[in-house]
């Protein structure tokens, strides 16, 4: 029987009674293993997650045939857990990706505008990769900004 909670597997079942599996009165008793899957402490990326339901429906699988075969249960869980590890880093590979890839978007972009604003006669804009620079050019457009707002006395 499996009872699933979130992120987590609960197996019942029985095995075959030997000398470690009888209580104190010599009765043999039911087995009872819990599994937790090592996807419960980890936060996993949101493009990832398809991935992630697809593997849980799998291992899910793979621990239900364990209840025929209870031996096979720590192999299980350690091909689980490489499985896991293997994906995880996968989408954080992915994510660094995408993150480089919106970084360099970003730069083009200040450059396209500091090359729009130098075209425009607007002094102390230039291109530049320099981060001071950039500050100081973050600086003077949000003054240019603010004066843009401010109401002439007439």
């Known amino acids: 029987m499996i009872r699933e909670w979130p992120n987590t597997f609960l197996l019942e079942f029985k095995t075959q009674p030997s000398s470690s599996a009888r209580n104190m009165n010599g009765e043999s008793s039911n087995r009872r293993d819990t599994i937790t899957s090592s996807t419960s402490c980890r936060i996993w990326p949101g493009n990832c997650l398809s991935q992630k339901h697809e593997l849980q429906k799998k291992h899910k699988a793979m621990l239900l045939d364990c ?88």
């Not at 730069?107 to 320099?130: I, R």
Request: hydrophobic share 30%; proline share 5%.
């Open 67 to 154: 209840q025929t075969r209870p031996h096979n249960l720590t192999l299980t869980k350690s091909q689980i857990d490489r499985e896991i590890e293997t994906t995880y880093k996968r989408c954080e590979e992915e994510i660094r990706k995408k993150d480089q890839k919106i970084i360099m978007e970003l730069d083009q972009k200040v450059m396209d505008q500091q090359s729009t604003l130098e075209k425009a006669g607007v002094p102390g804009f230039y291109v530049t990769n320099k981060p001071l620079d950039i500050r100081m050019q973050m600086y003077l457009l949000d003054f240019i900004v603010r004066l843009s707002k401010l109401e002439i006395p007439s």
